[in-house]
C-alpha cells in the first residue's frame, strides 16, 4: 500500500498491506449450477442461498466464470489476480454509488477449492460484506443493492484509529468513537486499469492530491484548518494487479478526536 498526505507527499513510501480482506477460496463442495445467484444472500461458511431478511454477511452481485488460468490448482496470488478485478468492478453499480471504496461495504471473492478445480469448476463469486474493524464480515439482515444510493454514506463511512498518511498500516475504528481520519465522500480518486502497468507512487499523488484537497474541504466546510488536512492511501502494484486502482481521501486530524469532521468548518474538533 502506498500512503501520502498534502503535507506529506514528498515522504510517502510504499508498504505492504491491502485495504481489503483476502477473499476467501472456499471449502465447501459447490458445484456451479448450485451457486447462489445475483442478489441473493448468503453466508461466507456456506455457498448457499438464504433470505436477504435473515442473518447472513455476504450478498451476491456478481458470478461468472475466470478463464486463461492452468489446469493445476493456481496459487492464491493468481487466483487473486483472476478473480478479483471483476468484482471491483461491479460493486459500485450494485451498491449505486462511486463512494464504495471509501466505506466499510467491501468486496470478498469466492472460487473453487483445489477438489472443485481438479473437477472443472472454473467459478468466480463476488459478494459485498460489510466489515467489522477487524476485517471480518459483519452479519446482518437486509439487502445491500442499492444502499449508498442517496445519503447512506456516513452510515457506513471507514474512521481509522491511526494515521492514514503516516502509517504503514491502519485500522479501521467506529466513526463515533475516538478516531484519527474520516474517509470522505466523493473521495475515491480513479487512477487507471488494472491492466495497465502500476503507476508509481509520484504519479499516483499528482492525480489524488487536487481532488482528494477539494473533497477534504468541501466535507469540512473550510479549507483554513492547519489541524486537519487531506491525506490519501493507494495501492502497492499487488492491490493494483488484482483490481484496486483508486485512492481513498481522508480527512486526517492532528490529534485523535471524537464524533465526526464533517460540517466542522473552523470550529474545534469535536471531544
Not at 170 to 185: I, L, Q, W
Not at 261 to 267: K, V
Amino acid at each position: 500500500m502506498i500512503l501520502s498526505a498534502v503535507t506529506l507527499s514528498a515522504c510517502a513510501i510504499q508498504v505492504g498491506g491491502q485495504a481489503v480482506p483476502g477473499p476467501m477460496p472456499s471449502t465447501a463442495a459447490a458445484d456451479a449450477p448450485t451457486l447462489p445467484k445475483v442478489g441473493q444472500c448468503m453466508n461466507s461458511s456456506e455457498l448457499k442461498a438464504v433470505d436477504c431478511a435473515a442473518s447472513h454477511d455476504a450478498e451476491v452481485m456478481l458470478v461468472g466464470e475466470m478463464t486463461g488460468l492452468p489446469s493445476a490448482y493456481p496459487d492464491t496470488q493468481t487466483l487473486r489476480k483472476a478473480a478479483l478485478p471483476p468484482c471491483y468492478g461491479a460493486i459500485n453499480d450494485y451498491l449505486g454509488s462511486p463512494d464504495a471504496g471509501a466505506t466499510r461495504l467491501q468486496v470478498w471473492t469466492f472460487w473453487p477449492n483445489e477438489a472443485g478445480w481438479k473437477k472443472g469448476e472454473r467459478w468466480r463469486l463476488c459478494t459485498a460484506v460489510e466489515l467489522t474493524p477487524d476485517g471480518k464480515a459483519l452479519p446482518r439482515k437486509g439487502a445491500l443493492k442499492g444502499v449508498l444510493k442517496g445519503a447512506s454514506f456516513n452510515t457506513f463511512q471507514i474512521c481509522l484509529s491511526g494515521s492514514p498518511s503516516k502509517d504503514p498500516d491502519v485500522k479501521p475504528t467506529a466513526c463515533n468513537g475516538p478516531h484519527m481520519a474520516e474517509a470522505v465522500p466523493a473521495g475515491i480518486v480513479p487512477l487507471g486499469k488494472n491492466t495497465d502497468p502500476t503507476p508509481s507512487k509520484e504519479q499516483m499523488s499528482a492525480v489524488a492530491k487536487d481532488k482528494c484537497t477539494k473533497a477534504v474541504h468541501d466535507y469540512l466546510g473550510s479549507d483554513k484548518r492547519t489541524d486537519v488536512f487531506p491525506a490519501w492511501r493507494m495501492p502497492g502494484s499487488q492491490g493494483w494487479s488484482e483490481g484496486w486502482t483508486y485512492a481513498i481521501c481522508y480527512a486526517e486530524a492532528t490529534k485523535t478526536f471524537n464524533n465526526t469532521l464533517l460540517g466542522i468548518r473552523d470550529n474545534p474538533l469535536p471531544n
